[in-house]
C-alpha cells in the first residue's frame, strides 16, 4: 500500500525483468513533472540498476537519498534489491 501510489503520488518499486535470456533489475518511480505524469503512459519512469552490489545500491541511494525521493523506504529498497539480485542466483 505504501509502494503502490495510492496512497501517496509518488510509486517505488525495485523488480526484475527478463528480455529473452538476459535478466535485469529494475526500479519503477513516478515521473517528477506533473504535465507527464497526468498522462497514463507517461506515468511511470523505470530505470535500470546495476547488478554489482556496490553500484547498484549507490544508485539506489542516489536516487532516493540525494534526490530526496521517498526517503522513508530507501531502507526497505535496499532490502528488496538484494532479494530480487539473490533471485538471479541459480542452484547448480
Same mark, same amino acid.
Given at each position: ?15 526484475? $525483468?527478463?528480455?529473452?535470456? $538476459? ?12 504535465? $507527464? ?56
Amino acid at each position: 500500500s505504501k509502494f503502490s501510489g495510492i496512497a501517496s503520488g509518488r510509486i517505488c518499486d525495485i523488480s526484475s $525483468r527478463k528480455t529473452g535470456d $538476459r535478466e535485469t533489475i529494475v526500479f519503477t518511480a513516478s515521473q517528477k513533472k506533473a504535465s $507527464r505524469a497526468s498522462r497514463p503512459g507517461a506515468r511511470v519512469v523505470t530505470t535500470g540498476l546495476k547488478k554489482q552490489s556496490k553500484k547498484g545500491l549507490a544508485q539506489i541511494e542516489k536516487i532516493m537519498g540525494a534526490g530526496f525521493y521517498r526517503p522513508d523506504l530507501l531502507t526497505l529498497a535496499k532490502v528488496k534489491y538484494n532479494k530480487v539480485k539473490a533471485s538471479f542466483k541459480k542452484k547448480k
